[in-house]
């Protein structure tokens, strides 16, 4: 799929009820949004970095945070820690990757995504997850495969 403009991420959460993208929310937490989105089946892939300024006034370092919108309820979760990203380079390569893994897996197994705790490994936690084990075995059984 091709990639999302802000735009369209921003007007598919405010429709859903979001308030992730106001004005005073972003800018309490500097957050920024990267240009490139990822889209999958039931949401999009997105990275935003943050900057905080704590009150002694002097701005720590910009950090980055992998996020995911669900698209049916427009809820904005994190994918792994927030700002787990020293680089912009890396927290964009970790989205595409989880991105693919989950196009991939709907592809082959027709899953539907699940929140999973964030302490797993990103790569992971679509395939560990207990009740993804058991919706891919039930899955199976359906198409006559086990």
Known sequence: MASLAVAELESLAKERGSHFFDEKTMGFFRSKVMDQTFPVHGGIYFVTSEQFVPSTG?????????????????DINTVG??????DRTSAMREAKEISEQHAS?????????VRVPDAWPLRTRLRRHPEVRVRLHRRRQQHGRS
């Open 81 to 86: 820690k927030f700002q787990q990203y020293s």
């Open 58 to 74: 002097a701005p720590y370092g910009r950090r980055w945070t992998v996020r995911f919108i669900d698209a049916a309820s427009g």
């Open 105 to 113: 897996d709907d592809d082959e197994r027709n899953i539907d995504l």
